[in-house]
């Protein structure tokens, strides 16, 4: 009596399962070995007195170097950047640094980064420029020559300015340029009754400037001219 043979049929899942082990295997015996490179973006902060100096040009946040390790290494680095301290960069003499020194940010990496190696700073977004940190009083005046007053209107009283002056902080090529006196014009037109506001002091916006106040305000009387004036 003959008999079928006993064929096992194919099963998909097995064999999925088998094939993602072997994958699962290859992937973290590759891991293991040393040798591979990597760019990544390192956070750097820079060290100078602040009180004396100002960078005139945004300072870079973070830097790109070119980085070797095993595959877990650069795996923790590449996927948990946000667990990663700055790199502090000593700014040795603002006034003449044009540019980060590459080797010795490579040293102060490779000294805070054990177990990665690092080869070199990509070169993008090096450039440094510093000025010296100062600070100058302006005195504000009210622009009373360009008061737009309605017909039979002036002012009868002392145009009264708070603060009188400010102090400005900033480089010093930019605030050297200033002028000793800001002259301060009123934007309403026809003006027929007693004004108090706030104006703000656009003639001093810069993101490198920081003023003790912004803002100025403006107050004074107004009479009307019972007859005209001869």
């Known amino acids: 009596m003959n008999t079928a043979p006993n064929v ?35 956070p750097i902060r820079f060290v100078y007195d602040d009180s004396l100096f100002i960078a005139t040009s945004p ?63 990509v070169a993008d977004t090096l450039a440094l420029s510093f000025d010296r940190h100062t600070s100058k009083m302006v005195q504000l005046l009210p622009d009373s020559l360009h008061l737009d007053m309605a017909p039979r209107f002036m002012v009868s009283s002392v145009i009264n300015m708070t603060p009188r002056s400010i102090q400005i902080d900033g480089p010093a090529k930019l605030v050297k340029g200033l002028p000793d006196t800001i002259w301060v014009r009123i934007p309403r037109k026809r003006i027929s009754d007693n004004y108090d506001e706030e104006l703000p002091l656009n003639q001093l916006r810069h993101p490198l400037l920081h003023t003790s106040a912004n803002r100025v305000a403006v107050s004074f009387e107004v009479g009307e001219l019972l007859s005209p004036l001869k």
């Open 8 to 42: 096992r049929s194919f099963q998909p899942t097995k064999a999925l399962l088998c094939l993602g082990a072997a994958a699962l295997f290859w992937f973290l015996n590759a891991l293991n070995k040393p040798g591979y490179t990597l760019n990544v973006e390192y």
């Open 59 to 121: 300072l870079p946040k973070f830097v790109r170097v070119n980085v070797s390790s095993d595959g877990w290494g650069l795996l923790r680095h590449s996927w948990l950047p946000f667990r990663i301290d700055p790199v502090d960069y000593i700014v040795q003499d603002p006034l003449r640094a044009t540019a980060i020194n590459t080797s010795s940010l490579a040293a102060a990496l490779g000294e805070q980064v054990k177990k990665l190696h690092v080869n070199y700073v």
